[in-house]
């Protein structure tokens, strides 16, 4: 997969963009085409490349008088000193003061939509609070080996680090529900950090192994099933649903470079 | 209305007491009795009753008898019940336990963490079951009780979470140990996201535990007027040394503290938190961890004290596996020895010749299932 898709604009930046964009279209005001700002978090989720060419495609504003060219909706709210513009979720709106333009206003309305969603940055969040382990380094494939005519001869860097965006977010998408006792479905309010902080004492490697107290040879996903359904106090795991596949996933990730050794007790 | 006991009952009481007493013997007066014992039905000595056997043991280990006991519970989590009666019950388990010893111990210690949440009604549930120990009560405060409101509550029912006492002759100290730098302005959070936070055991965004300059400075003046051989015993919630950064298993400002009490003959710390068996020392300090009744904690993956015997990792299948209680007997020079009352297994006695010896003496089973 060579192009970036869309679908990861759940990145700050891209979707920011995106939604000048549109705002600049619907809202009538072509002036309004201000790069948003760059937070911190962006560069994890979003494809780096193309969002400084997006950048550099927009106009950037003169110094602060598009504000006072906005939409007509401006001059029927003549009274107010303020303006509303549509998010570009296109579901919410953002009321901001009339003479606020260039990189205030779109901090502004960047704000906003960090506030009606902040589950945004959700991976950035869960490797800050979790300590995510980040998964192997694969950039010794771009060395080029047995040459660019060989279907496997031929990554770019950016097949290495969606690989990896990839990838971490499964398992950081483990690491939410195994931090969260709602997500687990737990009765009791307990979550699986409760006995296993950073997954410590999971030992996945382990597994296959004949577990005496089920009387029969468990896989990890049926001790994680057997841990919902009792510590936890839980409903049974679908073993191939998204559920117990990301908390397998984070699991794994956390016990990177230890030996596999099934059968170990 | 005086009530008479027959000479059945109270036989099987002399007997009760005598082995729950075995129990918690070291290898030497264990000896002595099993001696003793031997020779009674020999012949050699007039068997009668129990007695005697336990008087034998004592009189030739008079130096090693505690000069008083008391008891622990800690690290309880309660939720409301609806919520989650399993740390309820967990906690009432704990509260007849102690309650059942024999004797009563002079007091009973709460090393914090008494509620989840920090939440009102978590930690009225837990304050109204520990109204039902028989003997008085010592509370320390633990993470889990203070930051959803910063203490309000707990101090509404408990008062100051600071302050020192003397019990027959040995100076306790009981120190607000978890006191973090302030995460949660800069990031906006609510009350219950910062509480959510602290809670998260390997949740990064918290600070590390401090004991504090304002404490720290407490604590030098209170000790100021004992003498260098004074016996010393600090509660604490954070171990009050470095164990492992990451799940806050970790007092900041441990060096500091740790001059403050440098000049003694020897310390005592017993902290909570950790939820397992711990035992470590550092010069003259010797520190204990507490067993929780909620769930209990892995051991960490690096930082660990040489003198720990890990105990064997605990059992999922098997409930309440690697929790309990416990008591500490206090010995006339000051220092403890650690009984480690487990639920479900033998209970696990680290004596004071154990840490006294650096680990030479009376080392306690190691075990067959590490925690990994």
Redesign the interface.
Same mark, same amino acid.
């Given at each position: 997969m060579r192009n970036p898709s869309l679908r990861y604009c759940a990145g700050a930046s891209l979707a920011g963009m995106i939604c000048f964009l549109l705002v600049a279209l619907i809202g009538g005001c072509a002036e309004q085409v201000a790069p948003p700002p760059q937070t911190a978090s962006a560069p994890v989720e979003s494809p780096p490349s193309p969002a400084p060419a997006e950048a550099e495609a927009q106009p950037s504003p003169a110094a602060g008088q598009t504000a006072t060219e906005t939409s007509t909706t401006s001059d029927t709210a003549a009274a107010s000193e303020t303006v509303t513009v549509g998010s570009c979720d296109g579901e919410n709106t953002v009321t901001v003061p009339k003479e606020l333009s260039g990189q205030p206003l779109a901090d502004a309305l960047m704000d906003q939509w960090k506030r009606d969603h902040p589950e945004a940055n959700w991976v950035t969040e869960q490797k800050?609070?979790?300590?995510l382990v980040p998964p192997a380094d694969n950039s010794d494939l771009l060395k080029g080996g047995q040459g660019k005519d060989h279907t496997y001869g031929n990554y770019t860097e950016l097949d290495i680090l969606t690989w990896a965006r990839e990838t971490e977010k499964f398992a950081a998408e483990g690491s939410r529900i195994f !931090?969260s006792a709602d997500a687990l479905g737990s009765t009791?309010?307990?979550s699986c950090?409760?006995?296993?902080?950073?997954a410590?004492?999971t030992?996945p490697e382990t597994y296959p192994k004949f577990q005496p107290?089920l009387g029969r040879v468990a896989l990890l996903r049926d001790m994680i099933d057997?841990?919902i359904e009792?510590?936890v106090r839980g409903e049974h795991l679908d073993p191939n649903g998204p559920t117990m596949r990301a908390l397998e996933a984070y699991i794994m990730a956390q016990r990177k470079g230890v030996p596999m050794n099934y059968g170990k !007790? | 209305m005086t009530i008479f006991k027959s000479i059945e009952t109270k036989y099987m009481e002399e007997r009760e007491s005598f082995f729950r007493g075995l129990q918690n013997l070291d290898r030497r007066s264990f000896l002595k009795v099993s001696g003793a014992a031997l020779a009674a039905t020999a012949g050699l000595a007039a068997p009668h009753s129990f007695q005697p056997v336990t008087v034998a043991a004592d009189a030739g280990a008079a130096e090693s008898k505690p000069a008083f006991r008391f008891a622990y519970i800690s690290d309880s989590h309660l939720y409301e019940r609806d919520v989650n009666d399993r740390f309820v019950r967990g906690l009432l388990r704990a509260v007849d336990d102690v309650n059942n010893l024999d004797p009563q111990p002079d007091f009973v210690f709460y090393g914090g963490d008494l509620a989840q949440l920090g939440q009102v009604k978590e930690l009225e549930t837990g304050a109204q079951i520990l109204k039902n120990l028989k003997a008085p009560l010592r509370i320390m405060v633990g993470e889990h009780d203070w930051y959803l409101d910063m203490g309000q509550k707990w101090q509404e029912l408990y008062g100051e979470p600071t302050y020192s006492f003397d019990h027959k002759g040995v100076h306790f100290v009981v120190l607000n140990s978890v006191v973090e730098e302030d995460f949660w302005t800069a990031r906006g959070m609510t009350p219950m996201e910062r509480m959510m936070t602290v809670a998260g055991l390997d949740n990064g965004l918290q600070s590390p535990f401090t004991v504090g300059e304002a404490q720290r400075k407490w604590l030098q003046e209170d000790l100021a007027k004992l003498p260098d051989d004074a016996r010393v015993i600090v509660f604490s919630h954070s171990p009050l040394y470095k164990l492992y950064k990451p799940w806050n298993f970790w007092t900041d400002d441990a060096d500091e503290v740790q001059a403050i009490l440098k000049r003694f003959k020897q310390v005592v710390v017993i902290h909570g938190h950790t939820h397992q068996l711990l035992t470590n020392r550092i010069d003259n300090i010797y520190f204990h961890g507490l067993l929780g009744t909620a769930w209990p904690w892995p051991y960490a993956p690096e930082g660990m004290p040489e003198l720990t015997i890990e105990m064997s990792r605990p059992d999922p299948f098997n409930p309440n596996d690697g929790c309990g209680d416990g008591e500490v007997h206090v010995h006339p020079d000051g220092l403890v020895d650690k009984v480690y009352n487990l639920w479900n297994r033998n209970p696990v006695t680290v004596s004071r010749t154990y840490l006294a010896s650096w680990g030479k003496q009376d080392v306690p089973p190691k075990p067959n299932r590490p925690s990994y």
């Open positions: 800050e609070k979790h300590a !931090h009791i309010a307990v950090d409760m006995c296993h902080p950073h410590a004492n030992h107290q057997w841990c009792n510590p !007790h | -």
